[in-house]
């Protein structure tokens, strides 16, 4: 091979980053249609014994808290995977599925109920997966089950206080979420049983009219634990040898589908973990078990052995848990990171002849951000994959299949990539949805279509941002008259500063996608934007049937002395005119939250500043996904952002910015990624406490840059509620809590749809 497969890693981790300043790779990531008509993606595929119609393959996500308590396949889970079914993709995928109930202590939750979906435990489930398998079929989708064989090291510790259970992995491995509570080694016995679950598991598939099975060896979950030896160091048995498990877990599943039923693997190239943390590979505690993670040559070896056991497909990607963001790729990562891992496995395979057992090609299927039609289709063109996966774009869009075969390119919804909706919210307890459309998620409830207004009111919706945008178009389309006051002069409140760093090019996406839907709605309805207005009590008195203020918030100046200096900035208004950063070299960032960290990043990769990072808090990001905060705080480290947390700001005094710095050594590390930070609400009885240690620090700093959050802006609304300025006065949005856009989109929608 060409490829040097012993620095691929390496290599490809270090070219990220400049993906953003090459022009002909960042333009494909943008809805554009300059490979229209996509003849490669919409070309069929043949998978063993069935054709798929198109190369759309959607990604696994997991369907947490979508089936009953006891597993079966609830009704919002059936429509969730209909509506994508009805939007034209091909393959569809479900979230894991563990078949290893009783062996794997993290899998359920006291009382056996389970918060995955289940096709183990008895015919009750069954019909579930039957109901959801037909109305795929449908729409002429083919469905494949994901079978895990567990959790292990990654799964909740919480099993050891429930079930008072150690959690389990392939040897001693600390537990990811609290790397002080050990996972201790499955037995082989054990491992036989979960490889027999596994058999009759997708034999259980295959007889409710599943079209294939999908194994999950991948992420770090047990089955890549059993076969890498990063975290296999197993010295007796069958399973000590790191790949007879995945090959003897896929010949049972052979034996029992026969040869015709399809048989797909997840896997990753390499964890990455060496090439991500390098030196700390020998001096974190919880990293060092995992050095000799198994090596690019050692992965196609398994993968050839995986065909030759009956293995019919791939998807290949790269990292793990323990370096979150690359297998859940977040906004601040290009477009189609992987596509140079696939074309490599693709490339492997062609070279060596590699067929599978029904002597067919083996296709590969490329991962990693790849919801722009252009993008997919110049990927297949150019043999970089055999299909593309798309998990985030089919929920911001289910319809992106059957617009982008139609051409209709610039009407599809695209994801940010924040992950706070599909994967934040189950993670804290909730079921996937979507940032940017309120529908998904709630298939189940929600009609498809907007009711028409019964009787059309005269609506004023003050604030242009993702609430108003949304309220506004929701209630235009239903007959609605609606006008939009905007005190900016362009649509998209927040959205507009935070568009600028060039890796939030997603939201500059999303952006034009709400422009774009602005202008096609005011062709059709009463829909009208009136912008450079900062509208008044006296013009809205009287004049509307309802209000909707969406009127965001006003960024915090707490009482610090000095800030009243020109030196002195909010982020939200530098990102506005980043004319006011020209002669400042030395930046001092106050906040360390999403946007501080946003900005800091921006000023040190975009623009070459100096920048110090303070936060007061001991963790950055705290509330974001594991995946974003990781990337972002990971990148600011290579930049050589200096973050102080544990830290205030006391004054401003010059060109200097005066702290209180905790310079106790039981301040952790901000710079800490490969564990992650827990919920509040999930005590962590291992946390070793911090000791207050507190001295004045001085900071050079030529610009000081705010980024401590957003008040909520209500005069207005208070006052129209005061003076009963309309016979229906709504606050939503950042004006009720300022926070995402997650929560913004919901409310503008449901707003919209019921006024």
Partial sequence: MKTNTETFVQDLLADLPGWFEDEERFKLARMTREYYPYR???????????????????????????????????????????????????????????????????????GDRSYFPRIDRSRTVFSGWRDLADTDHAYGAHFFIQLTPGLGRVGSPECLLTKHALPVSASWNPN??????????????????????????????????????????????????????????????????WQNFGLDLVKAIRKAVGPRYPIMYRIDLSLALNATYGERMDSVKSLRKFKEERTVPETLDYMENLVRAGVDIFDVDLGSYDNWWLPHPPNSMPSGCFLAVSRLVKEFFEERGIRSNAGLPVPVVAVGKLGYPDLAEKALRDEECDMVMLARPLLADPEWPNKAYAGRVESIRPCIGDQEACINEF??????????????????????????????????????????????????????????????????????????????????????????????????????????????????????????????????????????????????????????????????????????????????????????????????????????????????????????????????????????????????????????????????????PIVEEIQDETVAADLVVLAIGLRPNTALYDACVSENAAPQVQLIGDGFRTGRVFEAVKAGFAIGRTI
């Avoid at 209180?660 to 009885?685: E, G, K, M, Q």
């Fill in 427 to 688: 993670v804290n307890g909730g079921h996937p949805q979507c940032a940017v459309n309120p529908f998904t998620g709630f298939e189940d409830v929600l009609p498809r279509e907007l009711s028409p207004a019964p009787q059309p009111k005269k609506i004023a919706v003050v604030g242009a941002g993702p609430a108003g945008i949304m309220s506004a178009l929701t209630a235009a389309r239903r007959g609605h008259k609606v006008q939009v006051f905007e005190r900016h002069n362009r649509i998209g409140g927040m959205l507009v500063p935070g568009s600028v760093p060039k890796t939030k090019y997603e939201v500059a996406n999303y952006l034009a996608y709400l422009e774009n839907q602005v202008e096609e709605c005011r062709k059709e309805h009463d829909l009208s934007i009136v912008l450079n207005t900062q509208i008044t009590l006296e013009e809205l008195k009287g004049g509307f049937d309802a209000i909707l203020f969406c009127s965001g918030g006003t960024p915090i100046t707490p009482p610090i002395p000095g800030l009243d200096q020109d030196n002195v900035i909010q982020a939200v208004d530098l990102f506005r005119s980043p004319a006011r950063m020209k002669d400042a070299q030395k930046v001092v960032v106050i906040g360390g939250g999403a946007v501080g960290c946003e900005c800091a990043h921006w000023l040190a990769s975009e623009h070459g500043k100096e920048v110090t990072l303070v936060e007061m808090l001991p963790e950055l990001m705290k509330p974001l996904c594991t995946a974003n905060r990781g990337h972002l705080i990971h990148e600011m480290e290579k930049l050589n952002v200096k973050v102080l947390n544990c830290t205030t700001l006391k004054s401003v005094q010059d060109h200097q910015a005066v702290l209180a710095r905790n310079v106790s050594p039981t301040v952790p590390s901000p710079f800490i990624t490969w564990s992650p930070v827990l919920p509040d609400n999930i005590h962590n009885p291992l946390a070793k």
């Fill in 40 to 110: 490669e993606l919409f070309s069929p595929i043949q998978i063993n014994s069935i054709k798929v119609k198109n190369r759309i393959v959607m990604g696994p996500m997991g369907n947490i808290s979508m089936a009953e308590e006891m597993g079966r396949p609830a009704n919002k889970m059936i429509q969730y995977f209909t509506e994508r079914a009805r939007g034209g993709t091909g393959l569809i995928t479900s979230g894991l599925i563990p078949i290893s109930q009783g062996i794997d202590p993290s899998v359920t939750e006291r």
């Fill in 176 to 241: 990811f979420y609290l790397p002080d509570v050990p996972c201790r080694p499955l037995t082989d016995g054990q491992l036989r049983r979960i490889i027999k679950n596994g058999a009759q598991a997708a034999a259980d598939a295959k007889a409710a009219t599943i079209d294939g099975v999908y194994l999950h060896g991948h992420e770090g979950y047990l089955l890549e634990q059993l076969t890498n030896p990063a975290f296999n160091r197993r010295l007796l048995g069958r399973f000590a040898d």
